[in-house]
Structure formats: C-alpha cells, structure tokens
C-alpha cells in the first residue's frame, strides 16, 4: 500500500473563489513569473513632434505592489515622418525626485528619405525594469526629432487606429 502525502493544506473553495472575484489574493503569494498587474493606456488621438527636442507622448502612473518585481515597459505604436525626419524614442521616470531619469532609448528609426504618413510596420518596443521600491511613480514615453524640419507622427492616423502604452508588473 503507498502512502499518500499533502504538500497544501486543504482551502475551502468557497473562501477561493471570494479571493479571485474580489481580487484580494496577496501577490507575495504568487508563483514567481506571475503577472501582478497590469495597467495601459490607448492612444487613439494624433501626437506630433515638430523640434528637435525630447517631447512628452503619453504617461502612465504606476505603484508597484512588491519591491522586488520586475516592470516589462511596452509599446505599440504607429508612428510616421514627415520629408525623410527620424526619430528616436525613450521611456522616463520619475519618482521621488523632481526630474525623470532616462531607463532607455531606441536607436534612430527612419525609411530612407521618404514621407510616410505611417511607416510599414507598427513601431513596437519592450523594456524591462526593476524599481527596488513601492513608491508612486510615473513613466513617460518621450519622442525626440533627430534631423529635417517636418513632423514626426507617434501616432497617426487618429481614431482609426490605436497605440498602446502597457506596463505589466512580474513577480520575482
């Protein structure tokens, strides 16, 4: 005859099913890897930028809920140029501090010399960060014109489409 051994003590189903609906589940408990929040933003309005200069496009406040999760910092975009401009494009912070602090910028992004009111694939992006902390926080996508005197679409094409700005807290 084997003997039979338990690893987790038994729950109450019911008491289970509470915690999902209402979302009470402690995220410490969680297996590492698990998505503990997550939070986004759709763009659906045009944004340009017209200098060569670092120009805010969306922002997204964030309060990590452990202090030792990973963020995973996502894009997906279309963005256009105008007369053969490039871009480049960053994600910022800012926390405790009064000025944001650089986590990452993209090489520059072009087609050639060419003016396309969209570029042929959507610009998507990813970055990873650990905050170290539970603090209150805000990341910002930036887009910055590097050459010309045209326009930079980070988004285009209005309400027929839409850009997303995602962060997606990871458990470690």
Not at 77 to 93: C, K, M, V, W
Not at 97 to 115: A, D, F, M, Y
């Amino acid at each position: 005859m084997a003997n039979i051994y338990r690893t987790h003590p038994e729950r109450n189903l019911e008491d289970r099913i509470s915690e999902v609906i209402h979302h009470t589940i402690d995220p410490g408990k969680l297996p590492t890897g698990s998505i503990i929040q997550t939070k986004y933003l759709r763009r659906t309005q045009d944004r340009m930028v017209t200098a060569a200069s670092w120009h805010g496009i969306d922002e997204l406040p964030f309060t990590p809920l452990l202090g030792t999760s990973l963020l995973r910092l996502s894009i997906n975009y279309s963005i256009g140029a105008q007369d053969g401009n490039a871009l480049y494009l960053r994600f910022t912070e800012t926390s405790n501090v009064p000025s944001s602090v650089e986590l990452e910028r993209t090489g520059i992004h072009r087609v050639g010399n060419e003016s396309l009111d969209a570029y042929p694939t959507r610009m998507q992006w990813m970055h990873y960060h650990h905050p170290r902390d539970t603090l209150p926080r805000t990341y910002r996508l930036e887009g910055y014109r590097h050459s010309g005197s045209g326009i930079i679409w980070v988004h285009t094409y209005g309400s027929a489409t839409s850009s997303f700005f995602t962060i997606e807290e990871i458990k470690q």
